[in-house]
């Protein structure tokens, strides 16, 4: 399974961005996904969850109210809307899967808000 994120970019605060994940390969096989993230000098962040249905999400305290993760599964792909951004949501962003007997991540893409 590979996975590759995409829709990254500049954004001033208060903007918008959605990202993607788009999995190819053995994708049938994929459970729960999650988006992370890690900003420079930190540890790497779970920042939501989505089950395989779609049907329950979580989010971290700190993005609550304001990233709606989502996928859909006919087309092997998972989402993030993130409003309302904030300096502070400058990070890399990557795409993790669940597999049949391991995880799987993306590449990465990289989000930046100014002020």
């Known amino acids: 399974v590979q996975l590759v994120e995409s829709g990254g970019g500049l954004v001033q605060a208060g903007g918008s961005l959605r990202l993607s994940c788009a999995a190819s390969g053995s994708s049938f096989s994929i459970g729960a996904m999650r988006w992370y993230r890690q900003a420079p000098g930190k540890q790497r962040e779970l920042v939501a969850f989505?089950?395989?249905?779609?049907?329950?999400?979580s989010y971290a305290d700190s993005v609550k109210g304001r990233f709606t993760i989502s996928r859909d599964n006919a087309k092997n792909t998972m989402y993030l809307q993130m409003n309302s951004l904030k300096p502070e949501d400058t990070a890399v962003y990557y795409c993790n899967a669940d597999g049949e007997r391991t995880d799987y991540w993306g590449q990465g893409t990289q989000v930046t808000v100014s002020s």
């Open positions: 989505i089950t395989v249905s779609g049907l329950s999400t």
